[in-house]
């Protein structure tokens, strides 16, 4: 999805500027957006490679394990550009400062604008520059949830454990239940889907508690609050 945001915002300024006088404001910022593109390909280059490299070494060693956490982090990076922190900082890097790089030129193109005297220019480049910031924040907080939820949570008796590659196991000692399934994050949360027909939607709070309502095959649903477990 990430990949085709800056695409739509050089596609826009690019039909406008066929209507519009020669304007140095709006070129500065469209030459701007044309280098963090080409940043962003780079970016996405490096990883790509970074990631291939990683399965072949997988596949080689026939190690299941941890060809399925490669696959995870090549689904996460595909949807939302974000990277796991063992990815080399050098690679990492290049988004970092790609963003920066551009967010600069938006605040000095809104204060050229001004400057000018062309608030309704100011304020055209501000709402395409709070598009911009929403987008990355969004992706930004995919990342950081993901990040976050991966380990094991616990209510009652119950222990859930989110594994890095995409998987999910749910167990009760005492009972003698254990439940294998996958989970994800999306746009309102956490999603999770157990083989046993049990589904689960859940939030992070600010507390640190993962607050969850789990529903049933008979479409009952319960609520859970769970805390994740300190790694020893």
């Known amino acids: 999805m990430f990949r085709h945001t800056i695409l739509a915002l050089l596609l826009g300024v ?34 790509d490679e970074w990631l291939d490299k990683r399965e072949e070494a997988a596949r080689k060693a026939g190690d299941k394990k941890a060809l399925g956490t490669v696959k995870a982090d090549r689904k996460a990076f595909e949807e939302d550009g974000a990277l796991p922190k063992t990815a080399p900082v050098a690679i990492q890097q290049i988004s970092v400062t790609a963003r920066k790089t551009l967010e600069t030129a938006y605040s000095q193109a809104v204060k050229d604008y001004i400057k000018a005297k062309k608030d309704e220019e100011a304020t055209a480049v501000e709402k395409d520059f709070a598009t911009f910031k929403t987008d990355a924040a969004k992706r930004d907080q995919a990342a950081r949830a993901r990040e976050l939820l991966i380990g094991k949570w616990a209510w009652g008796d ?63 649903q319960h609520i859970v609050e769970a805390t994740k477990k300190k790694e020893k």
């Not at 701007?32 to 990883?47: I, N, T």
């Not at 590659?165 to 005492?174: A, M, R, W």
């Not at 009972?175 to 994800?184: A, E, F, I």
């Not at 939030?203 to 095959?217: D, F, I, M, Q």
């Open 158 to 220: 119950n222990t859930m454990t989110l594994f890095q590659n995409g998987t999910v196991l749910e167990s009760n000692p005492k009972g003698g239940l254990v439940s294998k399934g996958k989970w994800k994050v999306e746009t309102d949360g956490l999603l999770v889907e157990l083989e046993n027909g049990y589904s689960c939607r859940g939030v992070l709070r600010e507390n640190g508690k993962l607050v969850a309502t789990c529903t049933a095959p008979t479409g009952a």
């Open 14 to 47: 690019t039909c406008a500027a066929a209507y519009d006088e020669k304007d140095p404001v709006k070129e500065k910022l469209f030459a701007a957006k044309v280098a963090y593109d080409k940043e962003m390909s780079a970016f996405r280059k490096a990883a």
